[in-house]
């Protein structure tokens, strides 16, 4: 029997009504908040693509991420500006690195909060690739084919892995709760838990970015966290933005290797990898609201050409709708805040 028996409009009529019958509702405990710590104190530097977003100094962070809790949000993500880069990465690993002190700066005085560490090695390193690059033509006949500066050089798989495995350890090491690693290179998340569990650190959980895409919507999260690749780009290990079979292939590859959670990544571009992964695999499935995602509801809503608050609840609900767990966003704060 269609119209004019049935009237879908009859569930609409009262915020009362619409309330009842909501498949789906945003609670602050999904919410992952990301923090871009800092060398030096009392710094709070605004992302000028991501107004509202800091690099905080550890003193911030660890305020930050007392009111991160108060709000009820139960977990923030670590990113690191080391003092400095190099070809090692030795930023990402060092006992005293930059995450590595804010992790114990905030493990003691904010105790319960769960701490998320961001494994790369992208704003470690001076060339700003996820992973160590070898330079030399691949293949003569490549290099001779392509222009040179995208010919003359690899990302080394296998050796990453080390540095990788050895960041995530002194990240457990420091009070890390969830590893999370997002290089994208083959075999990371089975290296880092084989190291995690040699270390001692069996109950350490990983979230994988599992389904990370080569993404134009990350622009702003480079200048945040000053990581933008020195040349060519992450095409050869993030993948193409048009694979969505491929997707469920690395999500299947982590699982195997050992991964607790997954993750999708960039998010509301992405709603039907979020929604087939959700339906394929049993983990907690998290989704990354991006910086750029971020930063163009921003710059809209600056020209007020859209209403900030509301488009801000909308994206986030339709990450949650298509399946996603978990929200990573630059909004956990606010929206918690709205949600109370
Ligand atoms: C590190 C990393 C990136 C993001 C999260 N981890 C940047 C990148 O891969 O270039 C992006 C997050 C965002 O854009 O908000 N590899």
Redesign the pocket.
């Known amino acids: 029997m269609a119209f004019p028996a049935n009237r879908l409009r009859r569930l609409r009529r009262t915020e009362t009504l619409r309330s009842m019958v909501r498949e789906t509702r945003l609670t602050p405990e999904s919410f992952v908040y990301?923090l871009f710590v800092c060398p030096g104190s009392g710094l709070r530097k605004e992302v000028r693509s991501m107004p509202g977003v800091f690099n905080l100094s550890v003193d911030e962070a660890v305020k930050e991420a007392r009111e991160v809790q108060a709000l009820g949000v139960p977990s923030i993500i670590l990113?690191g500006l080391p003092e400095k880069k190099d070809e090692a990465a030795t930023g990402a690993w060092a006992d005293d690195g930059i995450v590595q002190r804010a992790a114990r700066a905030i493990k003691s005085e904010v105790r319960d909060l769960l701490i998320m560490g961001?494994v790369?090695l992208?704003?470690y390193m001076s060339h700003g690739h996820?992973g160590i690059v070898k330079s030399g033509p691949q293949s003569l006949g490549a290099a001779a084919a392509a222009p040179p500066a995208t010919a003359e050089y690899e990302i080394v798989n296998d050796a990453s892995l080390e540095i990788l495995s050895r960041t995530a350890v002194s990240q457990a090491r420091a009070g890390v709760d969830i590893i999370a690693p997002?290089?994208m290179m083959d075999g990371r998340v089975g290296a880092i838990r084989r190291a995690l569990d040699h270390a001692g650190y069996t109950n350490t959980p990983i979230l994988s970015?599992a389904a990370?895409y080569a993404s134009g919507?990350?622009g702003?999260?480079?200048e945040a966290?000053d990581?933008a690749p020195q040349f060519g780009d992450?095409r050869s290990y993030?993948m193409d933005p048009a694979n969505l079979r491929e997707a469920m292939r690395e999500i299947e590859l982590d699982v195997e290797e050992g991964a607790d959670m997954i993750m999708v990544?960039p998010a509301m571009p992405y709603l039907d990898v979020i929604a087939t992964a959700r339906e394929r695999f049993d983990l907690p499935l998290a989704a990354?609201q991006?910086?750029?995602e971020?930063a163009m509801i921003e710059a809209a809503a600056r020209n007020q050409w859209i209403d900030r608050q509301r488009v801000m609840m909308e994206s986030l609900v339709c990450i949650r709708r298509a399946g996603a767990s978990m929200i990573l966003t630059y909004y956990a704060k606010e929206a918690a805040r709205l949600l109370a």
């Open positions: 990301p990113f961001d790369c992208c704003e996820c997002s290089d970015y990370k919507f990350y702003p999260f480079r966290a990581s992450r993030q990544k990354y991006v910086s750029g971020y």
